[in-house]
Each structure stands twice: as structure tokens, then as C-alpha cells.
């Protein structure tokens, strides 16, 4: 008879002492079993002692956190929180050098622990630390673990970043300057001051009067220190005011930013983590929303200024034209030439740039192409303006229109996604990649308008092939300018519809009684073969990120399913693991025959507790929850889509439930047809027998039946 569900069996161990095994009482008070625990070793002043995790992250446990005990778990008896909390705090401030550092390194690892950091700032443990810090007397080790233990403190969320000292900051800031620091109290100091940026509008105005821009890209070409500086970058960048970001992004171009990242991470000789992709992620979208601006501006019409960009736009494409001396003659002339430039509104073309987005922007992508492409653009202009067969691609709507799909798809104005990990290398090659990006397209468009023959009443069928075209070469993230025009070369008109041709042919279900009932037939077994598949990567395991800091960082944890299928395995990492991680280096499991459900998106408990937050629809379209006996949860957010459909096609395959993924779907449809094709393959292949001669006056009939299986 299985135990009952409130009772767990458990080890606890005591330095010195043979580990005690007991039947933990869920439903008894956690000072009554302490109590229990202390007698059975007969120690005094039970009330001083606490029960934590004896691998891992070593947590005290607490009544709100003692349901997350499994069976079979190793506890330890401990001095109770408050306690290891009063004895640091005396240690830390001891004369002794030795006692001190030893002290400091304990701090650096308990405060990891919110129950022990709730005691520790309940005795002003940070104003402590943070007078240690502007004491400037201590260095190397002693340093860092009295920053890794404040900034760890500070996480918690306890206290307000706002209650540090100028002088705290101008000590940290202190450590960035200096070309000769350690490099684990540089990484420290450098995550101290982007968590004051983010966290802080107040401190943000010190940190950026203390901390340079060129200071912190000299820190780029050291590997270990640059996910840091870039970091703190992003930070001072996003929570810069409008008028500041501007020139924030002149100094950074100044300084050659662009170059130091392509060479020294991008093209560096280690290959980028997560945390850097995200981050590099992060910098390309703060450097593409300073395009807002312009994409929400509209043009004034009684703008001279802006009017004279336009008549230098007829003058490049049409310089060997004069201007005739009647006014009327003049007009006349700048109406037809405004309608080979391709305008919508051939009489006053500033109309055409008063819809936002794209705004002036289109105007600034389109000067750019005349004034640094001068040949390309005028041979996209004339050649259009002198054909007469109603195919001419009408350069002045096809940039306008080109420019906000560009915005649309590089999502230009738009905060960045936490978790996103996509940034484009070749946006990093060039100090103009936007508009070169631009020119590009423009001329994509421009060829794959003559390769579909295409007149105005098919400008948007167009515009949808070019989109098509830009979101497929960007899928393969070419490394350079030139290597997006190679994959867009390769991606012309015919190659468009060979390619949704043949995903039709794969979606598409041929309505045929014969095909219905091959296909029919193959499915089953199809289906048996994705969910071993399924469970095989399962097997295999996943790394999975920890959400919840206030700070980003590099936390993992990594969850595999048992080779029997029986059990699923977890435990947290220190770092993200190359390869498949040994089941015996991950200390939590769940039987599968425990688990009841499998959540999804908003219906996940994390995601409801993490509402306050403004999760993110990409976060929310990778949560997923199991839930197990007895009413338990284990939370997950996958790495990408990928991960997401596999984990939930592989869960509910575990449980003998319907796999639904759009993977699943789109698997199951591309397996079935490939087979259906081979098979029927083989059947084209067939030699028909030739028919006997045939009876007079009677016609020969012949009956086929044809084996599916």
C-alpha cells in the first residue's frame, strides 16, 4: 500500500553524526520535526537550528517552500537563518584577515538563499557591505565575494536600489575605470551597475555621469568580461532619455563599437552564448529603434527644406535635363518627372511621405540610394521611366512601401523580447547597415518585379514574393551584405514557387478515395515513429533557462527523461552544458506515473504569477507546466519553439495523449508525403501485362486492384 500523500521519506544529515532517516509528517509544523531531529542528537536550542537541501543550491527550507520536497531527498541540519545571519555579520566585520575572507566567501554563497537574505538586510547587512565597498581597503578575493554577495542581496528585490550612496557608485564605477582589476571583481562591478541603471531612474543619471562609453568598449577584447560591458552598454543605452540616445549612438560610432563587436565577439575565436546573442540581440534593436524618429515623422508639404530633398532626388536621376524658364513649362515638366520617379502623387510628391510609419524615413532610404548608389539608382529609375508597356515598377511607391516592411519585419520602434536570442551578424559589417539593407531590397524588388512581369494591379502580390524573399534570407543569417544579395540571388521568383509548391504538396491533402486510403493507412504507423522520435529527445535532455531574476543572468537548470521511460530526471547547472549531462549530476526526479497534466502558455501557474510582469507574447508561446502528485508543479520555458514542441509532443506522448504541436502537424504531413510519393513511385513503376487478344465483338475489360499496404 503506497504511503500516504502527506508523508515524505527523507535522510538528514549532521557533520559528525550518522544521517537520521525519517517519515516527514507534512501536515506536523517544521519546528516540531526540528525539534524531533535535535533530540534524536541530543542537541539543545532546537529553535536556533533550520533543515536545508544537502545538494544543489543548498535552500533553508521554510513552511511556504517544504511541499517541494521530494521522496528520497538528503536534508541537513543547519544554525536556523537568523542565526548564520548574526555570526556572518559579526565575522565580516572581525579584525582577523583569514576569519574575514572566509566569512565573506560563506556571505557570497548563502545569499543566493532569499530566507537567509531576508534575515541577513534585516540586520542592515548591505548598509555593511556597502560601507566594506567605499572603505576602499579591500581587494582582490575579499572584494569579490563582498560584491558577489551584495549584488546577490540586492536581487532579492528586498531593498530599493535607490537607497545607494554616490559614494557606493563612485567606488564600483571606480573598479570599471581602471585599466589593472581583477577580472571577477570587474565582472561584479560591471552587473552591479547595470542592475542600478535598469532598476533605477535616479541612479541611472549617476552611473552615466561616472561611466564613459569609450571606457567600457576598452573592455570588449577581453572574452570575459565582454557579455558585462555590453550589457551595461544596453542598459545606459535603453534607459537613456530621448534627446540622449541620439548622441549616445554618434559617440558609440565614434568609437568604433560596431568594429570591436564584429571582430572581437562575432568574429572572435569562442563561440557566442546564449547570454551574449541576447545581448547582441538587445543592442540591434536599441540601434534600429533610433530609426522611430524619422519613421513617425511626416513630411511637411511647406517644408522647403524637405521639399528641396525631393527636387534633389529628380536632379540625380535626370541631371541632364534643363529647366525650361515658363513657369507653367517648368511645372509640367517636374509633374511628368515625378511620375517616372514613380510617385503616387505626381503633383506634390511630399504627400506621398505623410502616412506613418514609414514617414521620412523612406525619404532618408531613398536620398541614400541616389547620393551612395548613384548608378544603381538612376538605372532603376530610367529603366522603369522609359518603358511604355504598362510593366514599369514605380520606383517612388516601391521604396515607400519596401521601407515599412522593412520596419515591420525588423520590428523598428519596438522593445526587445526578454529570451530573444536573434540578432543578424551582417547588421554588424557595415556603420550604415540599415540603409544598405535598404538598397539591397530595392533592388530585389526592382528584379523580382520584371520576373514576374508584374503591372501596377499587382504591386501587393509583389511586395508579399519580396517579403517572402527578405524573411527567408534573413532565416539563414548570412553573415555579411554581400552574403544576403548571394542567398536573395539565389532566392528569385521561380524559386519562390518551386519552394510553396512543394510546401503545398506536403500540407495538402489529395482527395483521391485511393490516396484518402494510403494515406490513412500510413499515418499510424508515421505517428508511432514521431512519438519515438519524441521521447528519444527527451532521453537525450534539455537545458532550460531560470527566469525570475531581476538581473539576468546565466542560470540553467537541465531535465531528461529516464531510459525506461519511467522517470524524469532534473537539477540545476552552474553553466550551460555542452552535450547530454549524467543522470547521477541531476538530483530531482518525478515518476512519470505521478504526472497528471501537461499545461500550456497562460494556463502555466508561473505565467500567472509572473503576470504582473508584462510577459511577453514569445515567453508565453514557450511555457509549459507538468503537473504531478500531489498537486505539484514543475515549470518550464523552452529555449525556442523547436525545444517547446518537442518537450510538449513528448509529454503527451509519455502520458498516451494526442500530440498537437504545429511541429507534430507539419512532421506528420511531410513524412506521409514522402512516403505516399515513394509508394506510388512504386507503383508508376509497375509493368502492366499486355492485354490477350481480344474476343470478337465482345470488349475486353481488366480489373487492377492495387496492394497499399
Known amino acids: 500500500m503506497p504511503p500516504p500523500a502527506d508523508i515524505v521519506k527523507v535522510a538528514i544529515e549532521w557533520p559528525g553524526a550518522n544521517a537520521q532517516l525519517i517519515e516527514m509528517d507534512q501536515k506536523r509544523p517544521l519546528s516540531s520535526i526540528i525539534r524531533e531531529v535535535c533530540d534524536g542528537w541530543s542537541l539543545s536550542g532546537s529553535e536556533q537550528f533550520a533543515l536545508r537541501y544537502a545538494d544543489g543550491p543548498q535552500l533553508y527550507i521554510t513552511e511556504q517552500s517544504r511541499g517541494d520536497i521530494k521522496n528520497g531527498t538528503i536534508l541537513r541540519l543547519a544554525i536556523s537563518p537568523g542565526r548564520a545571519a548574526r555570526q556572518l555579520l559579526e565575522r565580516i566585520q572581525s579584525h582577523g584577515i583569514d576569519a574575514r ?68 557608485i563612485k567606488q564600483i564605477a571606480g573598479y570599471v575605470n581602471q585599466p589593472m582589476v581583477d577580472v571577477s571583481i570587474l565582472q561584479r562591478s560591471l552587473a552591479i551597475l547595470e542592475s542600478m541603471v ?70 572572435g575565436n569562442r563561440p557566442i552564448k546564449a547570454e551574449m546573442a541576447h545581448q547582441l540581440y538587445v543592442l540591434q534593436v536599441l540601434t534600429f529603434n533610433l530609426l522611430e524618429e524619422r519613421m513617425m515623422t511626416k513630411m511637411d508639404p511647406n517644408d522647403q527644406a524637405q521639399r528641396d530633398i525631393i ?49 521620412m524615413l523612406a525619404l532618408d532610404n531613398m536620398l541614400y540610394l541616389a547620393r551612395v548608389h548613384q548608378d544603381t539608382y538612376i538605372r532603376i529609375v530610367l529603366e522603369n521611366s522609359s518603358r511604355e508597356d504598362k510593366h514599369e515598377c514605380p520606383f517612388g511607391r516601391c521604396a515607400i512601401e519596401l521601407t515599412r ?10 522593445l526587445p523580447n526578454e529570451g ?29 518585379w520584371k520576373e514576374m512581369r508584374a503591372t501596377a494591379e499587382d504591386f501587393n502580390k509583389v511586395m508579399q514574393v519580396v517579403r517572402e524573399q527578405i524573411t527567408r534570407a534573413l532565416a539563414m543569417k548570412p553573415s555579411s551584405i554581400d552574403q544576403l544579395k548571394n542567398k536573395l540571388r539565389s532566392l528569385n521568383y521561380s524559386e519562390i514557387l518551386r519552394l510553396r509548391q512543394s510546401e503545398r504538396m506536403s500540407q495538402d491533402d489529395f482527395q483521391s478515395p485511393p490516396i484518402i486510403e494510403l494515406r490513412e493507412r500510413i499515418q499510424p504507423e508515421i505517428l508511432e515513429l514521431i512519438k519515438q522520435q ?4 527527451l532521453c537525450e535532455g534539455s537545458c532550460f533557462r531560470k527566469l525570475g531574476n531581476r538581473r539576468r ?99 503527451c506522448a509519455l502520458l498516451g495523449r494526442e500530440m498537437g504541436s504545429d511541429l507534430t502537424r507539419s512532421d506528420l504531413d511531410t513524412l506521409i508525403s514522402m512516403e505516399m510519393k515513394l509508394r506510388l513511385l512504386d507503383l508508376e513503376n509497375i509493368t502492366i501485362p499486355e492485354a490477350p487478344p481480344p474476343v470478337p465483338k465482345e470488349p475486353s475489360s481488366y480489373n487492377f486492384s492495387y496492394n497499399y499496404s
Open 198 to 267: 535598469l532598476n533605477s531612474h535616479s541612479l541611472y543619471h549617476r552611473v552615466a555621469q561616472e561611466i564613459t562609453v569609450g571606457q567600457l568598449i576598452g573592455h570588449l577584447s577581453n572574452q570575459e568580461i565582454q557579455t558585462y560591458a555590453i550589457a551595461l552598454i544596453n542598459a545606459l543605452f535603453l534607459k537613456a532619455p530621448e534627446d540622449r540616445r541620439q548622441e549616445m549612438a554618434s559617440t558609440l560610432a565614434q568609437k568604433h563599437l560596431r568594429s570591436i563587436i564584429l571582430n572581437h565577439v562575432i568574429r
Open 553 to 651: 543572468q546565466e542560470k540553467f537548470w537541465f531535465c531528461r527523461l529516464s531510459l525506461n521511460h519511467k522517470v524524469l530526471h532534473y537539477g540545476d547547472l552552474e553553466e550551460s552544458p555542452q552535450g547530454e549531462v549524467p543522470f547521477e549530476l541531476l538530483s530531482d526526479k518525478i515518476p512519470v506515473s505521478d504526472i497528471k497534466s501537461v499545461l500550456t502558455g497562460k494556463d502555466c501557474p508561473h505565467m500567472k504569477e509572473k503576470s504582473a510582469l508584462k510577459q511577453n507574447k514569445e515567453v508565453l508561446e514557450l511555457a509549459f507546466s507538468v503537473l504531478y502528485d500531489p498537486d505539484e508543479t514543475l515549470n518550464f520555458v523552452a529555449p525556442n519553439k523547436y525545444e517547446y514542441c518537442i518537450w510538449t509532443d513528448g509529454l
Open 405 to 414: 516592411m522593412l520596419c515591420e519585419i525588423l520590428q523598428v520602434g519596438e
Open 101 to 168: 575572507l572566509e566569512a565573506l566567501k560563506e556571505l557570497a554563497k548563502l545569499s543566493a538563499d532569499p530566507t537567509f537574505a531576508a534575515e541577513f538586510i534585516n540586520m542592515e547587512g548591505i548598509g555593511t557591505l556597502a560601507r566594506l565597498v567605499e572603505s576602499g581597503t579591500h581587494f582582490g578575493e575579499m572584494l569579490a565575494f563582498t560584491l558577489t554577495a551584495f549584488l546577490e542581496l540586492m536581487d532579492h528585490g528586498i531593498v530599493s536600489w535607490d537607497l545607494i550612496s554616490l559614494s557606493f
Open 420 to 448: 530573444c536570442n536573434d540578432y543578424h551578424p551582417m547588421f554588424f559589417t557595415h556603420d550604415r547597415a540599415w540603409e544598405e539593407f535598404f538598397c539591397v531590397c530595392i533592388q530585389l524588388l526592382n528584379k523580382t
Open 534 to 537: 519524441r521521447l528519444n529527445r
Open 311 to 359: 527636387f534633389e532626388l529628380r536632379r540625380i536621376a535626370f541631371d541632364g535635363d534643363t529647366d525650361p524658364t515658363g513657369t507653367e513649362k517648368r511645372k509640367a515638366m517636374y509633374t511628368k518627372d515625378y511620375k517616372m520617379l514613380g510617385f503616387t502623387n505626381h503633383l506634390n510628391p511630399a504627400m506621398d511621405f505623410t502616412q506613418t510609419p514609414p514617414g
